[in-house]
């Protein structure tokens, strides 16, 4: 039994960026998406943010107050703990050098301002799935259910299972770990947040519903005594 912090359903992204109508353009699209965001104005204040918090990803731009882009970008590659954080640069620096300098430094993509949200949306899930695969595919399957996050449906064995937006994330979550454990607090922090104060009997509500909801062949959702729950398919 794994009881290691889980990682959270929602990619947490940290917004480097000082011009600011850019920060909340991001921010506002970048939630609609269902990330969970949040926006840094300068370089300084970014370091001591991911050394608080660390995100699953950062944009940062080039161009910034206190520290620079590039600084930031080496200060996070130097650090262990923060030596794999994916960063896209955002640049307005058209020159190739400058580009190529961004990647030696270890950014994991570039985009050139300006660009369509469509564009810096497509370079996010492209490299959430390369290193957190099981966040960024918009359709998971576990034995005969199948979760279209894109769509916001679910099938068992073909058939429609309709789930509130709770039940829904419980599932989600549960599919990107087939058969490992969860407690409580786990599946509260993973599925609500750890910012929002909810008691852990919540989660015995929902996954009551989640049961009815799945029915159908034999009950997929095993419940560990003093332990927590786990999906088996
Ligand atoms: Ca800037």
Not at 71 to 86: D, K, M, S, Y
Not at 94 to 105: K, P, Q
Not at 166 to 175: C, G, I, S
Request: overall charge negative; hydrophobic content about 40%; charged content about 30%.
């Amino acid at each position: 039994m794994t009881m290691e912090s889980p990682p959270s359903l929602t990619p947490y992204v940290l917004v480097i960026e000082d011009e600011e109508s850019l920060a909340t353009l991001l921010q506002y699209n970048l939630e609609k998406e269902g990330y969970r965001v949040r926006v840094c104005a300068d370089g300084e204040e970014a370091l001591m943010t991911i050394e608080e918090k660390q995100p699953d990803i950062v944009m940062l731009d080039w161009m910034l107050p206190k520290v620079s882009g590039i600084e930031v970008c080496r200060r996070i590659r130097q650090r262990t703990v923060t030596r794999n954080l994916p960063i896209i640069m955002l640049t307005a620096r058209v020159e190739e050098s400058d580009r190529i300098r961004g990647l030696d430094t270890g950014a994991d993509d570039y985009v050139v301002k300006p660009f369509s949200m469509t564009e810096l949306c497509a370079r996010l899930r492209a490299v959430l799935r390369r290193i957190r695969p099981g966040l960024a595919e918009d359709r998971v399957r576990a034995g005969d259910i199948v979760i279209d996050r894109v769509a916001h449906r679910v099938k068992r064995g073909g058939e429609e299972i309709h789930l509130g937006p709770t039940e829904f994330r419980l599932l989600d979550y549960f599919m990107q770990h087939p058969g490992r454990v969860f407690s409580r607090e786990q599946l509260l922090n993973a599925v609500w947040g750890s910012d929002v104060y909810v008691e852990t009997r919540t989660v015995d509500v929902h996954i009551g519903r989640l049961r009815r909801a799945l029915g159908g062949d034999g009950d997929p959702i095993r419940t560990v005594r003093s332990a927590g729950y786990a999906l088996d398919v």
